[in-house]
């Protein structure tokens, strides 16, 4: 099994925004799999936010925004692409 980046636990729909609990480090550039049941869509990171403040990085316990080009509601995971 893959390991886990993180869970998505809101997502902001008007906006495309999810919003991240890691698990893991996340970098902007970084490749990803949002996976919700059978749904898998590859997604890479352009952008991450913590508190507002953009940043290039996160670390494993950081609670990120980021911007997702597809839906991704709570419970979504957040997997290596």
């Known amino acids: ?3 886990l980046i993180g869970k ?3 997502y902001y729909d008007r906006i495309g925004v999810a919003i991240i609990d890691l698990k893991e480090p996340l ?3 970084d490749m990803v799999m949002l996976k919700k049941g059978d749904r898998i869509v590859p997604q890479r990171i ?3 936010e913590i508190e507002h403040a953009s940043v290039t990085s996160a670390k ?6 980021v ?4 839906e991704a509601y709570e419970g979504t995971v957040v997997l290596p692409g």
Request: aromatic content about 0%.
């Open 1 to 3: 099994m893959q390991r």
């Open 8 to 10: 998505v636990v809101h």
């Open 27 to 29: 970098r902007v550039g």
């Open 46 to 48: 352009e952008s991450i």
């Open 60 to 65: 494993r316990g950081d609670i990120v925004g």
């Open 67 to 70: 911007k997702v080009d597809t």
